[in-house]
């Protein structure tokens, strides 16, 4: 079984920043992708940013050149820097993995969310 937990979520104002973090443990053999989700109060759950195993990697236009995704090569873990945030960043952000498990099993797991608030 393979579980995902973020943490970092928090209040911050307006043009600040803030770092979430997602670590991954179970039975996990190799991940194919991991992603950070948003949903705002009264949205649907929407694609943020994305990395591939082979290198490739997606950002959403309403946050590029704010928030970066990186991953840990040591640890299943990755970050969300955000920077500049904006009121309309204020969502739950989830972390989702698609991945392999020691059993060869093709996975699709979701975080529980953390919520992301910015105002001030």
């Known amino acids: 079984q393979v579980q995902l937990e973020e943490s970092g979520g928090g209040l911050v104002q307006p043009g600040g920043s803030l770092r979430l973090s997602c670590v991954a443990s179970?039975?996990?053999?190799?991940?194919?992708?991991m992603a950070w989700y948003r949903q705002a109060p009264a949205g649907g759950r929407e694609l943020v940013t994305e990395?591939?195993?082979?290198?490739?990697?997606y950002v959403a236009d309403s946050v590029k050149g704010r928030f970066t995704m990186s991953k840990d090569g040591t640890k299943n873990t990755v970050s969300l820097q955000m920077n500049s945030l904006k009121p309309e960043d204020t969502a739950v952000y989830y972390c989702?993995?698609?991945?392999?498990?020691?059993?060869?099993?093709?996975?699709?797991?979701w975080g529980q969310g953390t919520l992301v608030t910015v105002s001030g």
């Open positions: 179970g039975d996990i053999r190799e991940w194919n992708t």
């Open positions: 990395i591939t195993s082979g290198g490739r990697s």
């Open positions: 989702k993995t698609n991945a392999v498990t020691t059993s060869f099993m093709y996975v699709e797991v």
